[in-house]
């Protein structure tokens, strides 16, 4: 029965996705693979660990706020 219901999800998601517009970045994103010295870059500049802290800022940021809005509706701020 699993298998069924699999391959229906699966039937439509990909006439839902031929729906949708080709990526427009595909061409930049696969000239990004050529350059040699992007390995060397990303040593230096490390965007795995810079979105990983950006990430967890924006989460402190977010659940801040989120306590904030809370706190003002409960009345424990003015």
Same mark, same amino acid.
């Given at each position: 029965? &699993?298998?069924?219901? !699999? %391959? /229906?999800?699966? !039937? $439509? &998601? ?10 427009? $970045? =595909? %061409? ?8 040699? $010295? &992007? ?7 490390? /965007?795995? =660990?810079?979105? !990983?802290?950006?990430?967890?800022? &924006? ?10 809005? /809370?706190?003002?509706?409960? !009345?424990?701020?003015?």
């Amino acid at each position: 029965m &699993l298998g069924w219901m !699999k %391959e /229906i999800l699966d !039937k $439509f &998601l990909s006439g839902l996705l031929s729906l949708l517009p080709l990526s427009p $970045f =595909t %061409e930049i994103i696969s000239s990004l693979g050529s350059m040699p $010295f &992007l390995g060397y870059l990303n040593w230096f500049i490390p /965007i795995g =660990t810079l979105l !990983k802290i950006g990430s967890a800022w &924006l989460a402190a940021i977010g659940l801040y706020y989120l306590y904030s809005v /809370i706190a003002r509706w409960v !009345k424990l701020i003015s």
